[in-house]
């Protein structure tokens, strides 16, 4: 299986020996963070279809059978369990957990810094991975609260946000510690992101986990209104704008387009996108000056989308005019990120439309809306990311061009078509729900919507083929790398006729002398 | 354009920007409903909306638990804005008077002061749950709703909820709060199907859930009722 030179040039580290160093100082803490982020995205892709196909129980998919009376007959496999944890497990397991290692990298490349105590970010990775696993098993159950994304009990999410503490000391710490006179706009949308994270997670965990506030009645879906869609405008578009706006200028070479509207774009996202959180307030309980202000301000959101799109799109598609072949293999990730960035963002302005929302409130529409953020936008630039970072960080290149092509095209038309399909079904849902015949009846509702969540199930396992292909292709890189580490390492101990001592698993860094020997081999 | 790495830049970013959505979607919205208090009849002590059971609250957790918020809301939205009203969601019995026409409304801060944990919801893949008790009116009804959603809907997506139920031998007189169930769904001669506790309480919350009250928050004429011919 030959390495495609396309992939990365020979030798996989940084052609700048500062970047080289900064990325050997991150090296185990991101691939901590990348390795476990994607053995949470295998669990909780797995949870989702599993979820998913729930949603359409009188089918007849083979497995289907097995699943439904599964959910029927244990409280662990019912829908109301399996969604929320698949949910959490792919926001918090894939999606944050992979952002906190593109924090990382990104942070201690854009402050020309090698990181200092990469002991302190490893406690944190272990600990937060701890706290993902606790919360799951907690759902699982019974202790969630379905508090929307926020499910996980108080036990599991003091651990998670203890430990983002010990990260957020450590950020401080390298952003202190940064070289002057590198400024970045990826740094501006990382600092939103660093800080926005702590405020909403424990906002959120304090009013909302444990024990509800006595009398605080519709307060609390105001709060969770605003958790919700605060992690999403804040926190992970934020995380993946820094890495958009860090990594295609950087593998184009091409300057950003409309660069001097970054700044505009940045401070226009931050006051706007947080009031989409009252696109799940219209016609609610809630005071009217509050749900007609957001709409307001959420309306405005078109402003920053559409200036990031002309920054980001308008940078990757130049690129791939430029270099052809689509920008190369990775590349098209990114692309993929960006449009879909811009798409997230059209259908939170069609949502803050009041006529709109009224007819999309209750539909498939909200799902449309997740898998565009976490999977469409979020996912694909965190696969992106890990194409690019993990030869860099690990000097060894991805195995086989092919496997990430595969991996491309299972992903796009997987979410390209769940889009369809979901955002259509909402519509034909929302005409029945909100139709004006008294005799139309929920059950009629569900009917029409029965093909669509067929079609979404179907949608989601090809995005899930796409992910299993990436997940097996990292696994045989790693065993890969490990296996012709330690050939590398016997050999130039024969060579230098010294008794050999195997290095511990994960290939531990070879000792100096063995370079010239390693290079021999890996060629 | 500040820059929101320079010490300004960062200052505006928290103060203007975080705590402004904050203050703007929850602080000045729970100065308005923080204090919200239940209406007392002139002439009586009755208060309206009054406080659930006990039992209710209890099955507030496990309709936690098992995520039914995550297919039902419990939220009727005025007439001018979407078709809660006319699916019927927002239709109660007036029970003060037999021959007072039912009660229909939207549903308003004030219904949801009791509740400990309030579950609006956002997706309605079941049907609102706001009255749900006016559509069941028993609890036996429900139990066997929830075993086996299809006896009463051979098209419902709902899942059955069997793990809330114990089959268990019969010794002496069968129990009275037994399911009623024929068919595919009986339990086999000797033994009785009944709720577990976690069903209990569940059932004794969705039986709470009905607002055939009116409260002075209503404005304008009460909309007419559906028509259904």
Redesign the interface.
């Given at each position: 299986m030959a390495t495609s030179p396309t992939i990365a040039t020979q030798g996989y580290t940084s052609t700048d020996p500062e970047l080289a160093a900064i990325d050997a100082s991150v090296r185990w803490p991101v691939m901590a963070c990348f390795l476990t982020a994607v053995h949470w995205m295998v669990v909780g892709t797995f949870f989702l279809v599993y979820a998913s196909s729930l949603a359409h129980p009188q089918d007849t998919f083979p497995i289907l059978g097995l699943f439904v009376s599964l959910s029927d007959n244990f409280s662990m496999f019912t829908y109301g369990r399996i969604w929320p944890a698949a949910v959490d497990t792919l926001v918090y397991g894939w999606a944050t957990t992979g952002g906190l290692g593109l924090a990382i990298w990104i942070l201690a490349r854009t402050c020309r810094t090698p990181v200092r105590s990469p002991a302190t970010l490893m406690t944190a990775i272990v600990f937060w991975n701890l706290g993902i696993a606790t919360g799951l098993i907690g759902i699982f159950l019974g202790d969630s609260n379905s508090v929307e994304l926020l499910e996980f009990p108080a036990y599991a999410a003091w651990t998670l946000w203890l430990s983002y503490v010990l990260f957020a000391v450590w950020a401080v710490v390298t952003w202190l510690g940064r070289r002057p006179g590198h400024d970045h706009v990826a740094q501006s949308w990382l600092l939103v992101a660093l800080f926005s994270f702590p405020w909403l997670f424990g906002g959120g965990s304090v009013l909302l986990d444990g024990k509800p506030l006595a009398g605080s009645g519709v307060i609390q879906e105001l709060i969770s209104a605003w958790y919700v869609h605060g992690l999403y405008t804040l926190w992970f578009a934020p995380l993946g704008l820094a890495l958009l706006y860090y990594l295609i200028p950087k593998m184009s070479g091409l300057p950003i387009r409309y660069g001097t509207k970054t700044q505009a774009a940045f401070w226009t996202w931050i006051i706007f996108a947080p009031w989409t959180a009252v696109h799940d307030l219209v016609g609610g309980p809630f005071p009217a000056e509050t749900v007609t202000t957001g709409l307001v301000l959420s309306g405005l959101i078109f402003l920053p989308v559409a200036l990031i799109g002309m920054n980001l799109v308008g940078t990757a598609f130049a690129a791939e005019e430029k270099h052809g072949h689509h920008g190369g293999i990775v590349f098209p990730f990114l692309t993929l990120s960006a449009v879909c960035f811009v798409l997230a963002g059209i259908a939170e302005q069609i949502l803050s439309i009041r006529s709109a929302n009224e007819l999309l409130r209750f539909t498939m529409f909200r799902e449309c809306n997740f898998f565009l953020w976490l999977y469409g936008f979020f996912s694909f630039g965190l696969f992106g990311a890990i194409y690019y970072i993990v030869p860099r960080l690990l000097d060894f290149s991805w195995r086989s061009s092919a496997l990430i092509r595969a991996h491309y095209y299972f992903s796009l038309y997987g979410i390209l078509l769940v889009i369809a399909m979901v955002g259509f079904g909402s519509v034909v849902q929302g005409e029945t729900l909100e139709s004006p015949d008294p005799l139309v009846t929920i059950t009629i509702a569900d009917q029409n919507a029965l093909n669509f969540h067929i079609a979404s199930t179907v949608c989601i396992s090809l995005i899930a083929i796409g992910s299993g292909i990436f997940a097996l292709h990292l696994g045989w890189m790693l065993l890969n790398c490990i296996n012709i580490r330690v050939r590398a390492n016997r050999l130039a101990s024969e060579i230098l006729h010294e008794p050999y001592e195997p290095e511990g698993p994960a290939g531990a860094s070879p000792a100096p002398g063995t370079a010239a020997a390693k290079k021999e081999v890996a060629a | 354009?500040?820059?929101?790495?320079t010490t300004r830049g960062?200052l505006l970013?928290?103060g203007g920007?975080?705590l402004?959505?904050?203050f703007?979607?929850?602080v000045?919205?729970?100065i308005?409903?923080?204090h919200?208090a239940p209406i007392q009849d002139e002439g009586s002590s009755d208060i309206t909306p009054w406080d659930a059971s006990g039992a209710a609250h209890q099955g507030e957790h496990i309709?936690?638990?098992?995520?039914?918020?995550?297919?039902h809301?419990q939220?009727v939205?005025?007439a001018n804005?979407?078709?809660?009203i006319?699916?019927?969601w927002g239709t109660a019995k007036d029970e003060s008077d037999d021959k007072a026409p039912p009660i229909i409304r939207?549903?308003?801060?004030r219904?949801?002061?009791w509740?400990?944990?309030?579950?609006?919801?956002?997706?309605?893949?079941?049907?609102d749950l706001s009255n749900v008790a006016e559509r069941f009116t028993d609890a036996a009804s429900l139990y066997r709703y929830l075993y086996d959603p299809y006896i009463l809907?051979p098209?419902?997506?709902m899942?059955?909820?069997?793990?809330?139920f114990i089959e268990r031998k019969i010794s002496g007189l069968p129990s009275q709060d037994a399911l009623a169930l024929t068919g595919d769904d009986a339990p086999p001669a000797g033994y009785e199907i009944v709720p577990s506790d976690e069903a209990r309480s569940l059932v004794a919350y969705l039986l709470s859930l009905k607002k055939n009250y009116h409260l002075p928050d209503e404005k304008g004429p009460v909309p007419a009722p559906?028509?259904?011919s």
């Open positions: - | 354009m500040i820059s929101p790495l960062f970013l928290i920007v975080f402004f959505t904050w703007g979607l929850v000045l919205p729970w308005y409903l923080g919200l309709y936690a638990a098992d995520g039914c918020v995550y297919c809301t939220q939205r005025p804005s979407g078709a809660d006319i699916r019927g939207r549903t308003y801060p219904d949801y002061i509740q400990g944990q309030v579950f609006l919801g956002n997706s309605r893949e079941g049907a809907n098209h419902s997506s899942p059955a909820y069997r793990f809330l559906p028509d259904k």
